[in-house]
């Protein structure tokens, strides 16, 4: 089992900028790819991006150039980055990870982006 919790989510002004933490913990040997994915009301759940346990990196074209994933592979802990929001970043993210055949998910954390 694999527990993920985010934090970070908060109000930001558009252009703001904000950084999410999920810290992974539980019985594992090691966290391969993680992810960060989002949903915003009324919207299917979308991948932002992924990071491997070598920090290769994939971004959803939306996000590209604003948001830069990260990874603490010491901590179990994966960051995103966000600069540049803007309101259709608003939604919640959720943190995910695929370990043994099984995807994991946090509680997920809200980001609103507003004037």
């Known amino acids: 089992q694999v527990q993920l919790v985010e934090s970070g989510g908060d109000l930001v002004q558009p252009g703001g900028s904000l950084r999410l933490s999920c810290a992974a913990s539980g019985s594992f040997s090691s966290i391969y790819t993680m992810g960060w994915y989002r949903q915003a009301p009324g919207k299917q759940r979308e991948l932002v991006a992924t990071?491997?346990?070598?920090?290769?990196?994939n971004y959803a074209d939306s996000v590209k150039g604003r948001f830069s994933i990260s990874r603490d592979n010491a901590r179990n802990t994966v960051y995103l980055q966000m600069n540049s929001l803007k309101p259709e970043d608003t939604a919640i993210y959720y943190c995910?990870?695929?370990?043994?055949?099984?995807?994991?998910w946090g509680q997920g954390t809200q980001v609103t982006v507003s004037s």
């Open positions: 990071i491997t346990r070598n920090r290769n990196t």
């Open positions: 995910n990870t695929l370990y043994s055949g099984s995807y994991y």
